[in-house]
C-alpha cells in the first residue's frame, strides 16, 4: 500500500469510520493483500464487531503473525467478544509475552482468566443439573413455594411503588398468555409471590455474591421485581420489560429480565434458561452491560433468590468509604500521564488543586469518588480531554477513549480505581451535539468559545 492510503486508513480508523476502510481495502484483489492491509481489514471488522470476519482474515497472516504481539491482541480481542475466554486467554498471553507490561493487554488477559472460570462453573453447574435429572432429583413438584417464610412484610409500600411496579392480581389465563409472549414457563415461586402482591419494590434489595460486579465487590443491588402483566412499564411484558430490554439494551437472549437495578438499564437481574430448557427451573443471574454483558451466577432457583436478599444495611460502609476517597483526592499522586498534562498548562493557576478541590466537592456529594452524568463529573470529563487534546492535538476518538483510564480512572493513587466506558461515550456524545467539541480530519477539540468557558470555570473553582 503506497503512503496516502495507509494515512487515509489511519484517519479513517481514528474517525471511527470502520467501514469504510473495510470497503476501501476489499477493492484490493486479495492475493495483493500484503500483511499489514489484511492487519487493518482484520481490525476494522473487529471494531464493527464483525468477530468471525476478523478472525478469518487473521487466519490469513498466521504464520507471519506469530512474531506479532498486535496480531495476537487482535485475535483474542475478537475471541474475547465472541465469549471463547479460554482461548483469548491463550493468545493474550503471548501477545504478553512478545511485548511484556501492556496495559490493555494485561487487563484483557485478567479480565479472559476470570469469565473463562466464570464459563467452567456454569458448565459445572449445568452439568450437575443434567445427572441431577437424568437420576429424577429435580425439583420437588409437590413443594410448597416459600414454606416457613412470611411475606407479609416482604414488600416496600410507596406512592411510586404502587404506580409504576405494582399490577392487578395474574389470573390464569394473564400468566399462561405472559408465558407464550415470552417463550418461557415462570417459576412457580415466581408465579406464588405474584400472586401475593404483582411486582413492587422489596424491602431488602440486596443478594451477597462470591464476586465482584459493577456494583460492588461483595454484593448486587436491585430496584423492584417486576409484575406479571403489560399494563405497567416495569412489568414482564411492559414497555420497559423483559424483551425490551433484550431487543433494545442488548441483554442476552437466555431467559426473562426480572429485577431493574439502581444503575438504570446498565444491569439487570434475570431468569437463565440455558441449563433447564424453557419449561425447567431457571438459575437466576446478574447480567452487567457495562462489562459487556457480563453474567454472574447468583441462585438456583427464583425462591433461593428472595430468601437470599438482605437489607443493604448489612454493606454500609459509606463513611468509611467517603473518608477514604476524600484522603485520595486530597494526597494521592496524579498518574504519570496526568502529571504530564498538567505541566503543560499556563493558562489556569494552580490546576492540580483545583482539580483536587472539584473532585473533593464530587465525593463529598456522593460518598464516593466517580464520575457519572452529574455537572462535577461533565467539569471533570471535560478538563481531562482538554488537557489531553491540548498537549496531543492529533488525538481522534478511539485514541481518546483508549488513552482516558490512564489519566484518573485507574490513575493509581489519585484513582477511581475503575470506570463504566458509556458515560465517556455519552458525554463525547452530548458535547459533539452540542457543538462544544468538533471533529476536524478525524481529530477530536474543543472549540475556542468552549475551552475558554472551561477555563473560566477552573479560575473559579
Not at 392480581?169 to 412457580?188: F, M, N, Q, R, W
Request: charged share 30%; net charge negative; aromatic share 12%.
Amino acid at each position: 500500500m503506497d503512503q496516502t492510503l495507509i494515512d487515509q486508513l489511519s484517519e479513517w480508523h481514528e474517525a471511527d469510520e470502520h467501514q469504510r476502510i473495510v470497503d476501501t481495502l476489499l477493492t484490493i484483489p486479495e492475493e495483493e493483500r500484503n500483511y499489514d492491509a489484511v492487519s487493518r481489514l482484520a481490525r476494522a471488522y473487529n471494531n464493527l464487531e464483525r468477530y468471525e470476519e476478523a478472525l478469518a482474515q487473521f487466519a490469513f497472516i498466521a504464520e507471519p503473525g506469530q512474531q506479532d504481539p498486535l496480531w495476537h491482541y487482535r485475535v483474542g480481542y475478537a475471541l474475547y467478544y465472541m465469549g471463547r475466554y479460554e482461548e483469548a486467554v491463550k493468545a493474550f498471553g503471548v501477545a504478553d509475552k512478545l511485548e511484556p507490561g501492556d496495559s490493555d493487554t494485561l487487563w484483557l488477559l485478567k479480565s479472559s482468566l476470570r469469565r473463562a472460570e466464570k464459563q467452567r462453573k456454569h458448565e459445572r453447574r449445568i452439568a450437575a443439573k443434567r445427572a441431577a435429572a437424568l437420576k429424577n432429583q429435580g425439583p420437588d413438584e409437590d413443594k410448597v413455594p416459600f414454606s416457613g417464610m412470611s411475606l407479609s412484610d416482604f414488600w416496600e409500600d410507596s406512592y411510586y411503588a404502587r404506580e409504576e411496579y405494582v399490577n392487578d392480581p395474574p389470573t390464569d389465563e394473564l400468566i399462561a398468555s405472559i408465558e407464550e409472549e415470552l417463550g418461557y414457563k415462570l417459576p412457580a415461586s415466581y408465579i406464588a409471590l405474584m400472586r401475593q402482591q404483582n411486582g413492587g419494590a422489596p424491602k431488602n434489595t440486596c443478594f451477597p455474591t462470591e464476586e465482584a460486579t459493577s456494583w460492588a465487590e461483595d454484593h448486587i443491588a436491585i430496584t423492584s421485581i417486576m409484575g406479571i402483566g403489560r399494563e405497567k412499564s416495569y412489568s414482564l411484558c411492559g414497555d420497559t420489560g423483559s424483551q425490551f430490554m433484550i431487543d433494545e439494551w442488548g441483554y442476552p437472549d437466555i431467559g426473562v429480565v426480572i429485577c431493574d437495578c439502581p444503575s438504570a438499564g446498565h444491569d439487570v437481574v434475570m431468569l437463565d434458561y440455558r441449563a433447564c430448557g424453557p419449561d425447567g427451573e431457571p438459575e437466576v443471574i446478574h447480567v452487567d452491560q457495562e462489562s459487556d454483558y457480563e453474567i454472574t451466577f447468583l441462585a438456583d432457583d427464583f425462591e433461593t433468590f428472595i430468601r437470599g436478599l438482605v437489607s443493604e444495611e448489612e454493606f454500609d460502609t459509606s463513611e468509611e468509604d467517603k473518608e477514604a476517597d476524600l484522603h485520595r483526592v486530597a494526597t494521592g499522586e496524579f498518574s504519570p500521564l496526568l502529571k504530564e498534562l498538567c505541566a503543560q498548562v499556563t493558562e489556569v493557576d494552580q490546576l492540580p488543586q483545583k482539580i483536587r478541590h472539584i473532585c473533593t466537592q464530587i465525593v463529598e456529594e456522593k460518598g464516593h469518588f466517580s464520575f457519572h452524568a452529574d455537572p462535577l463529573s461533565y467539569l471533570m470529563y471535560d478538563v481531562q480531554f482538554w488537557l489531553y487534546t491540548k498537549s496531543y492535538p492529533d488525538t481522534g476518538r478511539q485514541q481518546y477513549l483508549d488513552i482516558y483510564p490512564k489519566m484518573i480512572a485507574f490513575g493509581g493513587e489519585f484513582s477511581q480505581g475503575g470506570y463504566a466506558p458509556g458515560w465517556i461515550t455519552d458525554w463525547l456524545d452530548q458535547r459533539i451535539g452540542e457543538g462544544r467539541i468538533v471533529q476536524d480530519h478525524g481529530r477530536l477539540r474543543f472549540t475556542d468559545q468552549a475551552t475558554a468557558e472551561l477555563i473560566q470555570q477552573l479560575e473559579t473553582a
